[in-house]
């Protein structure tokens, strides 16, 4: 059996030992060795950031975007355009979530992970029988949950799922973890609802070849003028 076919089995056997739920979350991560915690909470006094990144981000972002109508989206925009965020990213596609893998190391140069999550079994964990919908929910507020921790502080990490906003979430069917404390991550029974697959050196050719079959390139994740010179300067330099 290859590499890739053994990773494979190994994709299907994390979902099997988490039940085979119906709704399954992918993340993938060029690095094998890299945690999953969100970029913002890796800053020293990354609360006091957070805010002075969400505003600075609102004001000057307001030119370029369409209108947002929620905090929830302009904390989209941010994830996707690389600002520093409490979220993490998920995509609900297996070949989305290697892509990413891929297109993070471009020289295949070591192993990488794919991390298997069951979103609802995590909400479950925080008394939450199901995936919470931003904005529509409106009684899941990003400033009054994560700033004020009114009612409570949440700590344990939740999976939210995005309005349709941009064509980024929609081409990566792209959905997100929303982080409480650094402390309190995907460790003790959190661990429960997740598994990691190590994707290894010797897959990744047979990844690629996956990935092209699927037409799952830069430019196809990436809908915009980013997406485009990065699949533009792979095709012809490399």
Same mark, same amino acid.
């Given at each position: 059996?290859?590499?890739?076919?053994?990773?494979?089995?190994?994709?299907?056997?994390?979902?099997?030992?988490?039940?085979?739920?119906?709704?399954?979350?992918?993340?993938?991560?060029?690095?094998?060795?890299? +945690?999953?915690?969100?970029?913002?909470?890796?800053?020293?006094?990354?609360?006091?950031?957070? =805010?002075?990144?969400?505003?600075?981000?609102?004001?000057?972002?307001?030119?370029?975007?369409?209108?947002?109508?929620?905090?929830?989206?302009?904390?989209? /925009?941010?994830?996707?355009?690389?600002?520093?965020?409490?979220?993490?990213?998920?995509?609900?596609?297996?070949?989305?979530?290697?892509?990413?893998?891929?297109?993070?190391?471009?020289?295949?140069?070591?192993?990488?992970?794919?991390?298997?999550?069951?979103?609802?079994?995590?909400?479950?964990?925080?008394?939450?029988?199901?995936?919470?919908?931003?904005?529509?929910?409106?009684?899941?507020?990003?400033?009054?949950?994560?700033?004020?921790?009114?009612?409570?502080?949440?700590? =344990?990490?939740?999976?939210?799922?995005?309005?349709?906003?941009?064509?980024?979430?929609?081409?990566?069917?792209?959905?997100? +973890?929303?982080?409480?404390?650094?402390?309190?991550?995907? +460790?003790?029974?959190?661990?429960?609802?997740?598994? =990691?697959?190590?994707?290894? +050196?010797?897959?990744?050719?047979?990844?690629?070849?996956?990935?092209?079959?699927?037409?799952?390139?830069?430019?196809?994740?990436?809908? /915009?003028?980013?997406?485009?010179?990065?699949?533009?300067?792979?095709?012809?330099?490399?």
């Amino acid at each position: 059996m290859s590499d890739w076919n053994e990773f494979l089995t190994s994709v299907k056997q994390a979902e099997a030992e988490l039940r085979n739920p119906k709704e399954i979350w992918y993340r993938g991560h060029s690095n094998k060795d890299w +945690t999953l915690i969100p970029s913002l909470m890796r800053e020293t006094d990354w609360e006091k950031k957070e =805010k002075e990144l969400f505003f600075e981000f609102k004001m000057r972002a307001s030119r370029l975007f369409e209108r947002r109508t929620s905090d929830w989206e302009i904390l989209f /925009d941010m994830q996707h355009y690389w600002v520093p965020t409490r979220l993490l990213d998920w995509s609900s596609v297996l070949g989305v979530a290697i892509a990413f893998i891929l297109n993070d190391d471009p020289d295949s140069s070591a192993d990488s992970a794919l991390f298997v999550l069951d979103p609802k079994r995590l909400n479950l964990l925080s008394g939450r029988d199901e995936i919470i919908n931003v904005p529509e929910d409106k009684g899941y507020e990003y400033q009054t949950i994560y700033w004020d921790h009114r009612p409570i502080r949440i700590e =344990k990490p939740l999976a939210i799922r995005p309005g349709d906003i941009s064509d980024r979430i929609r081409a990566q069917k792209g959905v997100f +973890t929303v982080h409480g404390t650094p402390e309190i991550g995907f +460790t003790g029974d959190v661990e429960a609802c997740i598994r =990691k697959v190590i994707l290894p +050196t010797g897959a990744k050719e047979e990844a690629k070849d996956f990935l092209k079959w699927a037409n799952l390139d830069e430019y196809t994740i990436y809908p /915009d003028i980013v997406g485009m010179v990065r699949h533009i300067k792979r095709k012809i330099l490399t």
